[in-house]
């Protein structure tokens, strides 16, 4: 069953719409719950349906919690059966799913799953096939916030492939219940498809948009860039109040929580409660605009849709040229050169006044912004200086410059 859904545009800043492509591209698919579960493998054969060559490498066993970690087993054999009980104790640490030989299982954490896929089993049995678009989920439950973004073997297992030059989206849903594929009800109490079932369309939803979107021979997101989806809770296994949401763009930060520890004194043990803290809420980079994908999967029927990247750094402006500040002359700062004479914006910190020919002279502590024609062999960061020459201007006495 298809739902018509209509899809905001989610990644403006990337795609060229209404230039079509062809439908079918090459897809790897991963997860952090295991080979053999209801969502993912769901996902794989609607996927497969729409006519996506479609490989799924995922862990053998449960591996949720993994993050980025990757973790690869030094036994050449399983130990124990898979998740399920669907590969017996002895079978080999990688292997094929007997009923399709394009799920594979392999004894590790979801990243290490990504780079065996990347590694191994694309180049030794699929002819080193290219792979346009990396899916990871959907997760039994969400991942929404820093903090899960961090924690989540789905997530983990995505930005690993998006880390290997791959665009990858990660999909998670609230609906949390550990079930097999061999479980999902073809029909349900209300009629509805298995949540198991909308899960999996839903992200399929979101892959069709995105394909249909891109011009033929381009990436689907930018180099670096993924996406995150989470997904509400789907109620179809009893009525129908959340069976169809909407998707809604997101950004990651916003009503999201990360832990603190509980004590507990009558067994001396310790857990975990949920924290909402400023620090995980602030809005640091992208659109502070946009609600929240915590907030949006807690309130209501609706898909947070988030736009992520890998790179971590913290964005140029006066909170990181304070902290470089505070760290000089101890950290030395060295930036690529530039041709000679070339514009360089400089950020001037005065400490004990300042002249200038560039402008009035600002109060001490101040900080301003100016741009000139600086030679290509100043590129020193907190360089403290009595005075630094420009081709039409000179900041002279106790100043600290900042060539951006």
């Not at 130990?79 to 104790?89: D, N, Y």
């Not at 109620?235 to 520890?261: M, Y």
């Not at 200038?356 to 502590?365: A, L, M, T």
Request: charged letters at 15%; a negative charge.
């Amino acid at each position: 069953m298809r739902f018509s859904i209509p899809f905001a545009t989610i990644v403006t800043l990337t795609l060229t719409l209404f230039v079509t492509r062809s439908s079918a591209i090459s897809i790897l698919l991963g997860n952090d719950d295991g080979f053999a579960a209801a969502q993912v493998r769901e996902f794989y054969r609607l996927l497969k349906a729409d006519g996506h060559q479609v490989v799924l490498v995922a862990p053998a066993d449960n591996e949720s919690g993994q993050g980025g970690r990757s973790v690869f087993t030094t036994s050449r054999n399983l130990t124990v059966a898979s998740e399920f009980g669907l590969i017996p104790a002895g079978a080999p640490s990688l292997g094929r799913d007997p009923a399709d030989p394009d799920v594979w299982y392999y004894n590790g954490t979801p990243a290490a799953c990504t780079y065996v896929a990347l590694d191994y089993v694309l180049p030794t049995f699929y002819d080193n096939r290219t792979v346009d678009l990396y899916l990871g989920g959907p997760n039994f439950g969400l991942n929404a916030g820093p903090f899960y973004y961090t924690l989540s073997g789905t997530i983990g297992g995505t930005y690993a492939a998006i880390g290997r030059n791959l665009p990858g989206i990660a999909f998670s849903g609230a609906n949390s219940e550990q079930r097999s594929y061999t479980w999902i009800n073809q029909t349900t109490v209300s009629g509805y498809p298995d949540p198991a079932t909308i899960h999996a369309q839903l992200a399929v939803d979101i892959v069709t948009q995105l394909v249909g979107a891109s011009k033929p021979g381009e990436r689907l997101l930018p180099l670096g860039y993924g996406i995150s989806v989470n997904a509400p809770f789907i109620t179809s296994l009893t009525n129908d109040s959340c069976i169809s949401p909407s998707f809604i763009q997101t950004r990651i930060t916003g009503g999201a929580v990360t832990d603190r520890t509980v004590y507990n004194a009558t067994t001396g043990t310790f857990g975990f409660a949920n924290e909402l803290t400023a620090a995980i809420n602030t809005c640091i980079n992208g659109d502070c605009a946009l609600p929240g994908e915590t907030d949006v999967v807690d309130s209501g029927c609706a898909v947070a849709v988030s736009v992520f990247s890998i790179d971590y750094d913290a964005p140029l402006g006066p909170a990181q040229a304070g902290v470089r500040q505070a760290l000089a002359p101890l950290v030395g700062f060295e930036k690529a050169e530039r041709g000679k004479g070339s514009k360089r914006s400089i950020m001037v910190k005065a400490r004990e006044g300042l002249s200038s020919k560039c402008g009035p002279e600002p109060d001490p502590g101040s900080l301003f912004f100016a741009s000139a024609s600086a030679p290509a062999s100043v590129s020193q960061f907190g360089a403290r200086a009595s005075e630094v020459m420009q081709s039409d201007c000179k900041y002279c006495a106790n100043t600290d410059f900042f060539f951006m």
